[in-house]
């Protein structure tokens, strides 16, 4: 391997490494109460390097929270633009894939909200979220449906369902094997749920 190849590869093996640690870190304390040098401390690497590769907290952030929303919405805009699906289909579809997102990731939901919370303005311009789900064949299927039922309430009440048990996790379930059964039997009920909705 040439020294130039070689260098590369460890300047790659530390940006992934700091980003990484970012990832950890800010997720646990959110971007206020992180320091550039507890990712430092967190990557293994002194601060001087960490100003290289990155040079502001702010940077790495962004970077790290575009990493998170991408998360999210690669479980929920493919299902609800999918015109293949019933909406039946795309409520059971949805609420699995997106249950089995935050068990592999079950600090992503306070994280998130917590962000949200502290710069509402920056994500709305950002996520456009109605704006995504308002054309979708999720959307369409719901009223012809359910005319009289309002797409951002339905939504609002299938989402908050999933989401919930992950931010009072420490309070509702102390046992983590306990949990994931738990969420498993989730994706079950919320679906059923979201279906008698639909019949009321």
């Given amino acids: 391997m040439t020294k130039s190849k070689e260098a590369k590869r460890l300047d790659t093996s530390t940006e992934e490494k700091i980003i990484q640690?970012?990832?950890?870190?800010?997720?646990?304390?959110?971007?206020?109460a992180t320091r550039t040098r507890d990712i430092a401390e967190e990557a293994g690497i002194n601060l001087a390097l960490l100003n290289y590769y990155f040079r502001s907290k702010e940077k790495l952030f962004q970077l790290i929270m575009a990493e998170k929303l991408q998360l999210l919405f690669s479980v929920i805009l493919p299902i609800v633009n999918n015109d293949d699906l019933t909406l039946e289909e795309k409520?059971?579809?949805?609420?699995?894939?997106?249950?089995?997102?935050?068990?592999?990731?079950?600090?992503?939901?306070?994280?998130?909200?917590?962000?949200?919370?502290?710069?509402?303005?920056?994500?709305?311009?950002?996520?456009?979220?109605?704006?995504?789900?308002?054309?979708?064949?999720?959307?369409?299927?719901?009223?012809?449906?359910?005319?009289?039922?309002?797409p951002v309430q339905f939504i609002v009440s299938l989402l908050g369902m999933t989401v919930?048990?992950?931010?009072?996790?420490?309070?509702?379930?102390?046992?983590?094997k306990i949990f994931k059964i738990q969420m498993e039997a989730r994706k079950i009920l919320i679906a059923k749920w979201a279906k008698m909705m639909l019949e009321t």
């Fill in 91 to 150: 409520m059971e579809t949805l609420v699995e894939n997106y249950i089995t997102l935050l068990v592999d990731n079950p600090d992503l939901p306070l994280f998130v909200l917590g962000e949200i919370k502290a710069n509402p303005e920056g994500f709305k311009d950002r996520l456009q979220v109605r704006k995504l789900l308002q054309h979708s064949s999720f959307i369409r299927q719901l009223r012809e449906r359910r005319p009289d039922v309002e």
């Fill in 21 to 32: 640690a970012a990832s950890k870190v800010f997720t646990q304390k959110g971007y206020v």
């Fill in 164 to 176: 919930f048990p992950f931010i009072a996790k420490q309070i509702l379930f102390a046992d983590d």
